[in-house]
């Protein structure tokens, strides 16, 4: 039977972030599709509490892959790691998630296996087809693989982690040859992000607004609904590039990629670059004062009209319910 293995990334501070979870809800999507087994296999020093969680899920097997030499990332040691665990395991498709961190040792793993890598997708086809977007998200290309072992990453918020069931995977422990010369670099400090970053990407709320607001001193009404709803301040990118609001807060194919469990667009028209960022979301209400914008092809709940007026009700409705 053939075989799907997720590879799940543990974060600096020993946690999953979601992007993992909808690794393995991509996982599940292609073995569903090609009639295989889900795995998956987690990489560090001491992985039990980790692999423990991801158990948790419908899967077959976890691979708890662990190494003195892996207690820290480097691209070598991963590289290495992995490549002996996939030999060893012979899976069809590998599935990674789309981080920095697979980015840096994803096609140094392929080219040692022989094997081709298919990086961002965002959706999966009867083949298997992988589908992955193009000059920023205008066009979507189909790509199939013939290879014994294919690997490819997914994009942040193009699959439902909600969605993934409930299991009691076996866990089992994998101990790779490693040896010291065979990592190459040295892992230095690591990256502290600005303590005013902000993480649209674990928001499950997003209030964004675009063009529409028109000024500056407008965005007042919008920052009212996002309090009122406890939820985080978007924007597109018209709104950062104006200097507006921080460019940490712009959502796009040169922001941030978001699939919050509500995303309001106010003001919004829906321009290709942005909607790449946010078509992930599980529920999308616009608000636009022209019913023919592009956001509405996209929307589950339309409002057309003037976001001066429906906002601030709207904010008012909100705090009323909450009363």
Known sequence: MSKVLVVIEI????????????????????????????????????????????????????????????????????????????????????VLPHTYQVRDFAPALATAL??????????????????????????????????????????????????????A??????????????????????????????DLGSAQLIVSVGRGIKEQENLKIVEELAGALGAELAASRPICDAGWLPMERQVGSSGQTVAPKLYVAVGISGAIQHLVGMKGSSCIVAINKDADAPIFEVADYGIVGDLFEVVPALTEAVKAAKA
């Open 169 to 198: 995977a076996t866990v089992k422990t994998f101990a790779p040859a490693l040896d010291a010369v065979q990592v190459r670099t040295k892992p230095g400090e690591p990256f502290r992000a600005s303590a005013q970053t902000v």
């Open 114 to 167: 022989g094997t081709v890598l298919v990086s961002d997708v965002v959706s999966l086809g009867e083949g298997p087809v992988f589908l992955r977007q193009l000059m920023q998200g205008r066009l979507i290309g189909s790509y199939k693989s013939s290879t014994a072992t294919t690997l490819l990453s997914v994009q942040a918020g193009a699959f439902r982690a909600d969605e993934l069931a409930g299991g």
């Open 11 to 94: 974060g600096r501070d020993g946690k999953l972030a979601r992007i993992n979870w909808e690794a393995l809800a991509a996982g599940f999507q292609l073995g569903k599709l090609t009639g295989s087994t889900v795995e998956a296999a987690v990489l560090g020093a001491s992985t039990g509490p980790v692999a423990a969680d991801i158990a948790s899920k419908a899967l077959a097997t976890v691979h708890c892959v662990e190494h003195t030499l892996l207690a820290q990332y480097t691209a070598d040691g991963y590289k290495h790691a992995l490549r002996q665990l996939i030999e060893t395991e012979k899976p069809d498709y590998v």
